[in-house]
């Protein structure tokens, strides 16, 4: 009911128009409401209610900044301090290291706190403040660590055993918020994403806290991401891309935070996996919706919001086209694949309802991609005034068309559109670098330094470097690499070089052989249980540390059989 009811709202902008009245544009209304339900039908959106607690830890190398925060703050925050210094503060919990994990509002800061001094025994007898030699205990009992040398007098003098000099406890605490005074920590977090409050942006974290209606509109599949969280390297477009902070890095991967998320679609538009989706018009949906529509050939498309489309057809009330189709597709959240995809299948003309995008890097790598291939140029245009808006006539240059609409990833649906514009374009053995879209890559590898240890196709998500077990071969294929450089920086031997750019070449396209071995064949049992080079590799090391006769000797054994060689080894000796 929900999907009729939406569509009727954006059918009445058509109907305002004398070109709805024509006998195409009734099919197109038609085939249109079919593929807005599908959108409705496909949307994976959550929406929910989100209450933010006024929870803050403080994080401060200024005991005086941290009991002044708690003196003005206290009563309407939740303040938990942290003091970071070698000399205990035991009005706080003092810490010579954290760790900051999570993002706004679910941070989890871990401490190491020192906790010499159990104050449930301790009777304040001083005998500790007496008899420290270093003279590192103060009046307060609160100890300096940088002065302490561990010599143990204060936990002998103490009759309530409530000293443990070397006691730290590590700690997790919870947090909606978490300020900090020290602006180079702060830029620092920033960098991998996790948003902290300075000294002076209090009102800001006021502003945050209380009850938000959330929306999932931004969808983060970490399966295909090319980011590892652990390694801290590979690609981060989307995270340079957010001008929000609404996206942060934990141990799993990159988090989308909902709170802060304004839907804006910039990490969407730049993500080259497609691990950034529209939650409400993912990419396989973009491809059904398209061949619902069934356009017919060298169309013009006029893409936009809701809002930009009811604008446009209120301000052309009165024309009546022939070729140009006003649609709602927001364009923000669109990436090359979908621009590409639209042009392959045989628009003419696309017109974006947004002049904001006309700076986006991957409409100008779209428009001078196509003028490079076929000569025509531009093919993604902006306009300016609705009202003034004239229907040209446009002849897509492609003589075929593509017409796949199947789909598995955003990345493997571009390289197959850049195969099919490259097999029907006349262009040949050409290096495209673009330092605008850098999303292009080719793995180059020294084979002699290759053992096929299989980390690189390990950590290469996306599928551009593939193993095939049954001919032992290490297979790349470049149209799919997004040059995000893991495979470069997880080879142990470091026998692979990206070469960035789009080689306009066959060999570009295709999966091709990097590296090939043979099988090992346990001698005892005849199992298959690795390759020839992986064995000499280990082989060569131990030999080098001498440890060959000891620890390798059974080597070429799979692990059932070596272990059986070991214990008849051990029998015998018996
Ligand atoms: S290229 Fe490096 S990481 Fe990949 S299989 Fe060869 S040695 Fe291993």
Not at 176 to 201: C, Q
Not at 249 to 271: A, M, P, Q
Not at 290 to 318: P, Y
Request: hydrophobic share 35%; charged share 25%.
């Amino acid at each position: 009911m929900e999907n009729i009811k939406r569509y009727n709202n954006i059918e009445r902008y058509y109907k305002i128009c004398d070109t709805a009245t024509s006998s195409n544009y009734q099919d197109f209304l038609d085939l249109l409401k079919s593929a807005e339900t599908l959108k409705e039908e496909n949307k994976s959106v959550k929406t929910y209610t989100y209450s933010v607690k006024p929870d803050v830890v403080v994080i401060s190398n200024d005991d005086l900044f941290l009991k002044k925060f708690e003196d003005t703050y206290s009563g309407v925050l939740n303040v938990i301090s942290i003091y970071i210094s070698e000399k205990t503060n035991n009005d706080f919990y003092t810490a010579s290291e954290f760790e900051i994990t999570g993002g706004f509002p679910e941070y989890t800061v871990n401490v190491k706190v020192f906790s010499p001094i159990d104050f449930e025994k301790c009777v304040w007898c001083g005998k500790c403040y007496i008899t420290c030699p270093e003279q590192c205990i103060d009046l307060d009992l609160n100890i300096d660590f940088s002065k302490c040398t561990f010599c143990g007098e204060c936990e002998k003098v103490c009759e309530f055993e409530s000293i443990q000099i070397k006691l730290i406890n590590e700690l997790s605490i919870n947090a909606s918020f978490i300020v900090i005074d020290n602006d180079d920590l702060k830029n620092e977090f920033a960098k991998i994403g996790v948003e902290l409050f300075g000294a002076d942006e209090i009102d800001k974290l006021f502003e945050r806290v209380g009850e938000y209606q959330v929306e999932e509109l931004v969808l983060h599949e970490n399966e295909i991401c090319q980011y590892s969280p652990k390694l801290g390297i590979g690609c981060r477009r989307c995270l340079q891309a957010c001008k929000y902070d609404a996206l942060y890095v934990d141990d799993n991967g990159i988090k989308v935070n909902h709170l802060l998320c304004v839907g804006c679609g910039g990490c969407i538009s730049v993500c080259p996996t497609g691990a950034m989706q529209n939650g409400y018009f993912k990419d396989d949906v973009f491809i059904k919706y398209f061949q619902t529509l069934q356009l017919t050939e060298d169309v013009i498309l006029l893409l936009g919001d809701e809002e930009n489309i009811r604008k446009f057809l209120w301000s052309n009330h009165n024309k009546s086209f022939e070729k140009s189709y006003p649609i709602p597709v927001d364009p923000k959240f669109l990436n090359v694949m979908h621009y590409l995809f639209l042009f392959s299948i045989g628009v003419a003309k696309l017109y974006l309802l947004n002049d904001k995008l006309a700076d986006k890097n991957e409409v100008k790598f779209v428009n001078s991609f196509i003028k490079f291939l076929f000569g025509y140029y531009p093919f993604i245009e902006f306009i300016e005034k609705y009202d003034e808006y004239s229907e040209k006539s446009y002849q897509n240059p492609l003589e075929n068309k593509y017409n796949n609409f199947s789909f598995s990833s955003r990345r493997k649906k571009l390289a197959a559109i850049l195969k099919f514009l490259y097999e029907n374009s006349e262009k040949r053995n050409v290096l495209l670098k673009d330092n605008i879209l850098d999303i292009f890559g080719n793995v180059l590898l020294d084979k002699d330094r290759c053992t096929l240890c299989l980390a690189c196709v390990n950590h290469c998500k996306i599928g551009a470097l593939l193993a095939k077990e049954t001919d032992y071969t290490l297979n790349h294929n470049p149209s799919i690499c997004i040059q995000c450089r893991i495979c470069e920086k997880v080879c142990p031997e470091e026998a692979i070089e990206v070469a960035s750019g789009l080689l306009l070449a066959d060999e570009f396209f295709e999966l091709k052989v990097l590296n090939k071995d043979e099988p090992m064949v346990c001698p005892g049992c005849g199992k298959v249980f690795g390759n020839k080079k992986s064995y000499n590799a280990v082989k060569e090391k131990l030999s080098l540390a001498g440890l060959f006769e000891v620890k390798g000797k059974y080597l070429n054994y799979c692990e059932t059989c070596r272990v059986k060689m070991l214990f008849g080894e051990e029998k015998d000796a018996q």
